[in-house]
């Protein structure tokens, strides 16, 4: 979709980003898998990048925790420029990737012992961080256990504490609830919180699930490498207004039209149905079935979504 509108909620302060990115674009040969992407977030904040798949979440993962370098624009943090400092950086950052970093024929505690020591730390200040972190992430309890009897969920907080050892300002995970089931997912978004409320950091994650994106305090929507809108989940919502319906079923370009002109709205056909932003759904669902009997199958109808924001901005469907 051309000429796209990028919604931009202001953040409140901006003296303390510890993340700056200004028009920031790579490309893998050819590809162009980020463009001209700007932002800036800053400490205390749980930040997320929101895209479905191959829209540059990872490459801006990556970008950010100095796998790949920064080839056009310009990104700052803390204060260092990455493309000529990122020696300064790396040690200032918590990453935690997919794919797990852990050794799991060792414990916990051995892990994160280990981890602790490839960071000159040690002795007593090294035992209090690691039962510090242990208690952030509520694991103090599964210190001794060998990693690999710990579930998926279990085995993810132990790589949070590992990422925190050093005390990052900044901690950057990629798709951090990828494989965890509902419950899992809401423990590891509960760990973030109190991680960046208590040790007062950044957190950047990546996500393509929309209730992982809702749990974050601002979100960045991705759209094949662009940034088309950024902000609070609720001030995004906001921004589609209303009620949205969804008419499912045979739905067809002229049962829109049809909707169209008898009531002044605007349908979008997207992923086999029709979506229609509305004032007071549930009147417009009453008299959308009684104007149409025998074509409306199925009717839903709720407030925004960060799904219905991406439909708004892109006209295509969020494909997960
Ligand atoms: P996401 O993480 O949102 O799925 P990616 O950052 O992995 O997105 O990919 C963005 C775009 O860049 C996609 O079109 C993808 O195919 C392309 N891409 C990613 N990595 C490479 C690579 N190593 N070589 C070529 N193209 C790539």
Same mark, same amino acid.
């Given at each position: ?53 191959? &829209? *540059? +979440? =990872?490459?801006?993962? @990556? #970008?950010?925790?100095? %796998?790949?370098? !920064? ?50 730390? &040690? *002795? +007593? =200040?090294?035992?209090? @961080? #690691?039962?510090?972190? %242990?208690?952030? !992430? ?183």
């Amino acid at each position: 979709m051309e000429n796209l509108k990028i919604i931009r909620i202001p953040v409140q302060t901006t003296a303390d980003c510890l993340i700056e990115v200004e028009n920031l674009s790579h490309s893998y040969q050819t590809r162009r898998a980020l463009e001209n992407v700007s932002f800036d977030v800053s400490c205390g904040e749980i930040f997320g990048f929101l895209g479905p798949n191959g &829209s *540059g +979440k =990872t490459t801006l993962f @990556r #970008i950010l925790s100095t %796998l790949i370098p !920064v080839t056009s624009g310009t990104v700052r943090i803390l204060g260092y420029d990455l493309s000529t400092e990122v020696k300064a950086i790396r040690h200032r950052l918590g990453v935690v990737f997919q794919h797990p970093g852990l050794d799991v024929k060792l414990t916990v505690v051995e892990n994160l012992r280990h981890h602790g020591h490839l960071y000159g730390l &040690s *002795g +007593k =200040t090294l035992h209090h @961080r #690691i039962a510090e972190l %242990l208690e952030q !992430v509520g694991i103090s309890d599964r210190a001794t256990d060998r990693v690999e009897v710990l579930s998926g969920g279990l085995q993810r907080r132990v790589e949070l504490a590992k990422a925190m050892l050093h005390s990052p300002r900044v901690l950057l995970l990629d798709e951090p609830t990828s494989g965890l089931d509902v419950t899992a997912r809401r423990q590891l978004n509960d760990d973030l919180r109190v991680l960046a409320d208590t040790e007062n950091i950044l957190v950047l994650l990546t996500t393509h699930l929309l209730d992982d994106a809702e749990a974050c305090n601002r979100v960045g929507i991705l759209n094949n490498g662009s940034l088309v809108a950024i902000g609070a989940p609720d001030e995004l919502k906001a921004q589609v207004g209303g009620d949205v319906v969804r008419i499912e079923g045979e739905v067809s370009e002229r049962l829109s039209t049809a909707i169209a002109e008898k009531f002044s709205v605007s349908p979008v056909l997207t992923g086999g149905h029709l979506r229609v932003e509305c004032e007071r759904g549930h009147e417009f669902v009453r008299d959308l079935v009684a104007t149409f009997p025998n074509e409306i199958q199925t009717v839903r109808f709720g407030r925004p979504t960060l799904e219905d924001v991406f439909i708004k901005l892109t006209g295509n469907p969020f494909v997960q």
